[in-house]
């Protein structure tokens, strides 16, 4: 598989900063976006801190690491555990930082972060920013906040609509950074060309609805364009946060694309014109 990938973040139309942020590395095939809290600057350094340590702790690795088969005895690919091992480094990081300097104490961030290969997708994430996946017609949330909100669907308290208006809805009970240890929830699925995948922070989905962002994602004819509607509804909405996303589309490679230069250069001495 070959991955596209574009990113979008925007302060919106109420906070007067902005504490998302957003990493990338096509290379390793990975997508990081990161939502803070903690007040005035905490918030961003968490998130900023997030993202940079997980793309440098994967990125130090030899890339073999990430291409090893599962073990018959193993219930997730090497890949997603070295995954879960870097956002818990972070979660580390952003503690200890907390820890030892008082304009700190009390930061946090959400983190969803996706690890593309060639068959399956890694994914981890802590909090309520979100991972959706569109497959042909099926648009769907592949992870599950860990917020108040969606404690309260689970338990039939609230429906999924009326859990939209309700006060409890930027509670979360995961982050990182606010405790010495947390629970990284990750996941594996397969990964089919012309697969669509949207990491946001809830800045865009707490405005926009599931539907809405399904029309506009069909709809677009370019990534950017795509981009840059959803971001323009979510401010149109209200944007009483900041959003944050990142697209990422995966395509077939053809069959000329797989080859070596040394392939080509040999299939070419050998009358191979295709």
Same mark, same amino acid.
């Given at each position: 598989?070959?991955?596209? =990938? ?42 900023? =801190? ?156 707490? =405005? ?44 077939? =490679? ?21």
């Amino acid at each position: 598989m070959c991955i596209e =990938m574009v990113c979008s973040t925007d302060t919106g139309q109420v906070r007067d900063h902005n504490e998302d942020h957003i990493g990338t590395d096509k290379s390793l095939g990975l997508a990081i976006l990161a939502d803070g809290m903690g007040g005035y600057q905490a918030g961003e350094v968490a998130s900023e =801190m997030a993202v940079k340590t997980i793309i440098e702790k994967l990125g130090t690795l030899p890339k073999t690491h990430f291409h090893k088969h599962r073990k018959a005895n193993h219930r997730y690919h090497s890949a997603t555990v070295l995954l879960e091992q870097a956002v818990l480094k972070a979660n580390q990081i952003i503690y200890n930082l907390a820890e030892q300097q008082a304009q700190y104490q009390g930061m946090g961030t959400t983190v969803v972060a996706v690890l593309f290969h060639d068959n399956f997708i890694s994914v981890a994430h802590v909090g309520d920013s979100r991972l959706y996946r569109l497959r042909g017609k099926t648009f769907c949330q592949l992870t599950k906040d860990h917020s108040v909100r969606q404690e309260l669907i689970d338990c039939g308290y609230y429906t999924t609509e009326q859990a939209r208006h309700s006060r409890n809805k930027n509670l979360v009970t995961r982050a990182l950074g606010v405790g010495s240890q947390v629970n990284v929830e990750i996941q594996e699925h397969k990964l089919l060309a012309q697969d669509i995948y949207l990491l946001c922070s809830d800045g865009l989905n707490d =405005m926009v609805d599931d539907s809405d962002i399904y029309t506009i994602l069909k709809q677009t004819v370019t990534f950017e364009e795509g981009a840059q509607l959803l971001t323009q509804a979510a401010n149109e909405k209200g944007g009483k946060d900041n959003i944050s996303l990142i697209l990422v589309r995966s395509t077939q =490679m053809t069959h000329k694309a797989k080859k070596t230069w040394w392939q080509r250069w040999f299939n070419f001495f050998n009358n191979d014109k295709d």
